[in-house]
């Protein structure tokens, strides 16, 4: 009876203290809360979970062991060494070793630190065989690489374009007119397309049909030089246009290049100079008998002389021209600065015409056919003290500064009749400087100082004619 109560006793005890140990001893049992098994070790444990709560049947005994024994009990000392046990019940993870690693003198030498591996005798298991080669009948040739092509700028790209849309037309298609009696290569000149004009003007110049003229009778290079293309100017002389052609009111495209100021234009029909210094002497000496120099590209002689309806050549053109933008400087009234810095830019550039044309030819002492003035007397209607000083530097210009005009009145009698001019003085000194003779009559039986106003200026210009303040 007694043994049956304390069996009761430890089902009761099992039942509200699950985790405790027991120790049973001849028939007493004892706490193990305290014998130092960790209730997480239980926990973790799958044997102890297994028999955790379990009642033994009725008549089991513990006769099995001896008397003061103590019941074995599982004893895990830490967390860790129960997670390897599970791991290795388990099976799912492999033990890992780990090299050990051992300090390295910092004396010991790099080359003892890894030995040499050692040598296959059979190192070729790692390669595959090589592919026996075929023998050749021949050695195989390859094409030469082919040349590098040339740099092409963007107007012979143009050419080539245009050359493609234009090359199934015929001679009679090139040189058929409309109402207006214009060609292709007129509208082209006009519309400014430099690559076509060029490939038009290559084809009608071996059908001989580009110096077609249109109703105002100006062929394609007078229209590029109206237009101020030089370009195409350039072009259509390079492909032979001629140069000294008219249109209705006589002009040649120098004359129109004159009058407008196309500065450009005129310089792309200016000859190479003369580098040999003979025939640069030759042309200083001989400039009145200078009939004109070749045209480049066309071979044909240039007539830098040639009058137009009006009687005046291309350099009467440019003076009277600059003349006009020196004119309407004067009698300007309150000019702004643009207007004055745009005249003035006129004024340079009208300048440069004459120097070019004078460079190709032009004498500045050829008289109009309609009165007969010179350049001089030209220059001198307006006072132009740059133009006559530019003519009267020539080396030619004592036999020019006398010359007189159809009704006997040279240049000095043209500035000296002047009406309050500012710079009249200064234009009659220079005159005077260069061998202009205050004595010379008109057909008039006039002398220059008889010609001057009244006035303090006409004093002035009196006084210069009487040879005073020449050199002041």
Known sequence: MAHRKSLQRVRLDDRRFPNRCVRVSGGSEESLAGCGVDEPAAMLDPRGNETRGHIPPEGAHFSSYPEGSVQPVHKKSTVKELLLIRRQKWGTEPKLKYAKIEAVSPETSPHLLSPPAPIDPNPCQYFPPAVPEIPLAS???FPPAPAPLAP???????????????ETLSAETLSMQDSDRDTFLHIAVAQGKRALAYVLAAKMA???????????????????AATDQHLIVGDLLTHGAQINTRDLWGRSPLHVCAEKGHLLSLQVGRPPPLKCPELASVRRKSQREWNGVVSPGSGQPLEADMFNYDGLTPLHTAVLSHNAVVKETRLLENPCRYMTAELAQKRRVYLECVRTLMNMGGHYGVKDLKSGRTCLHMASEEANVELLGLFLEQQTSLAVVNEKTFSGNTALHVVSSLQKH?????????????GADPGSRNCENEQP?????????????????KGKYIYI
């Open 139 to 141: 050695p195989v040739r």
């Open 152 to 166: 092409m700028s963007l107007f012979h790209w143009q050419i080539q374009q245009e050359a493609q849309k234009v």
């Open 206 to 224: 071996g059908c001989g049909s580009l110096d077609i003229k249109e109703h105002n009778g100006q062929t394609a290079l007078q229209i590029a």
């Open 422 to 434: 500012p710079a009249q003085a200064e234009a009659v000194k220079l005159l005077m400087k260069r």
């Open 449 to 465: 100082s008889q010609l001057v106003p009244e006035g303090p200026l006409g004093e002035k210009v009196r006084r210069i004619l």
